[in-house]
Nanobody
Framework: QVQLVESGGGMVQPGASLRLSCLVSDGSLSRYVMGWFRQAPGREREFVAGVGRLSGRTDYEDSVKGRFTISRDNAKATLYLQMDSLKVEDTAVYYC?????????????????WGQGTQVTVSS
């Protein structure tokens, strides 16, 4: 099974930037639709952003649109989430996810593989 290894989380002040990375084992990134989800304490896990396998289509949750950018580098087998203008409400554990097929759902149950999660804390 594919394994996802995340990095890039940390603690920053409001307005700062972070870039999350998700390395896909065996260089198999091109086989999957990829997404980022996040879960804050006491809240449900929510879709943040997704990117298609071949089309390059992207999809963003409204609260991050214009601030976050999802991208993939198939040659490096790495998925990225560039997060700019971070807000306190962005604080959460962020998860990298992968799924077979070609659709780009926002439903977490549709994804087949998950990373370990990385903590992002935005605090003044």
């Amino acid at each position: 099974q594919v394994q996802l290894v995340e990095s890039g989380g940390g603690m920053v002040q409001p307005g700062a930037s972070l870039r999350l990375s998700c390395l896909v084992s065996d260089g198999s990134l091109s086989r999957y639709v990829m997404g980022w989800f996040r879960q804050a304490p006491g809240r449900e896990r929510e879709f943040v952003a997704g990117v298609g396998r071949l089309s390059g289509r992207t999809d963003y949750e409204d609260s991050v649109k214009g601030r976050f950018t999802i991208s993939r580098d198939n040659a490096k087998a790495t998925l990225y989430l560039q997060m700019d203008s971070l807000k306190v409400e962005d604080t959460a554990v962020y998860y990298c996810a992968a799924k077979d097929g070609y659709s780009l759902p926002r439903v977490r149950e549709e994804y087949d593989y998950w990373g370990q999660g990385t903590q992002v804390t935005v605090s003044s």
